[in-house]
């Protein structure tokens, strides 16, 4: 199992610019989450799916978009980059039954500069 | 709304000290979680408890859920224990989100 599986690892935008952070999971998780980690800052929940086709806005969505087309793949997409979504972004999923849930997988994290 | 507070936010110690970071919260919740962050790395579970202690290797993860209060401890601390160590919260529902600390900077020096 590669777990959750995040691309690119690094990346440098100019602002305005736009581009897609992909994430994948091969466990068959039902809840996958994007966050963003501001440095002195806990991490911030973007966007989070409950399934395929549902897709539900966290704390900071501003400037950015999601979809979850299949249970495997959540990418997140940046419109018009600024530099203030300069972060370093994690993906994470989890399988979540009514109240429990069975824990929760996080990729290796996309550092991101908007210049 | 549920606040996470983690104490100490920087913490280094000798090799072989005994390690304790404290995590609070506000509200009731269903589990709370402690993760690894390593330099330039990514994020790792470590533990997930609602209620006593877990233990694994070195690492021994307690909780009192009346004083919504848990604490993380190293024993025989080595320097590749070195991390943030980060606190985080989940209270059920059909969100399922986690509300995260700031984390725990441990630096173990040989």
């Known amino acids: 199992n590669a777990g959750v599986t995040q691309t690119p690892k690094f990346r440098i935008l100019k602002i305005g610019q736009s581009m897609t952070l992909q994430c994948a999971q091969d466990?068959?998780?039902?809840?996958m989450y994007w966050y963003r980690q501001d440095p002195g800052m806990g991490l911030k929940l973007i966007y989070y799916?409950?399934?395929?086709?549902?897709?539900d806005k966290g704390e900071v969505p501003n400037g950015y978009n999601v979809s979850r087309s299949t249970t495997e793949d959540f990418p997140l997409r940046l419109e018009l980059a600024a530099p203030s979504q300069t972060s370093v972004y994690f993906c994470?999923?989890?399988?979540?039954?009514?109240?429990?849930?069975?824990?929760?997988?996080f990729g290796s994290g996309t550092r991101l500069t908007v210049v | 709304k549920n606040e996470v507070e983690q104490s100490p936010q920087n913490l280094t110690a000798q090799e072989g000290e005994f390690i304790t970071i404290n995590c609070s919260y506000s509200v009731g919740i269903s589990a709370l979680h402690w993760l690894q962050q390593h330099p330039g790395g990514g994020i790792v579970s470590l533990f997930m408890?609602?209620?006593g202690k877990k233990k694994h290797g070195r690492l021994i993860a307690t909780i009192n859920i009346q004083e919504k209060h848990s604490s993380l401890h190293i024993t025989a601390s080595h320097p590749r224990d070195s991390a943030v160590y980060i606190c985080a919260v989940s209270y059920g529902g059909s969100q399922g989100n986690l509300i995260f600390g700031k984390g725990t900077k441990l630096s173990v020096k040989p």
């Open positions: 994470a999923s989890s399988f979540t039954t009514g109240l429990r849930t069975n824990g929760y997988t």
């Open positions: 799916s409950v399934g395929a086709g549902i897709t």
């Open positions: 408890l609602s209620s």
């Open positions: 466990m068959n998780h039902n809840y």
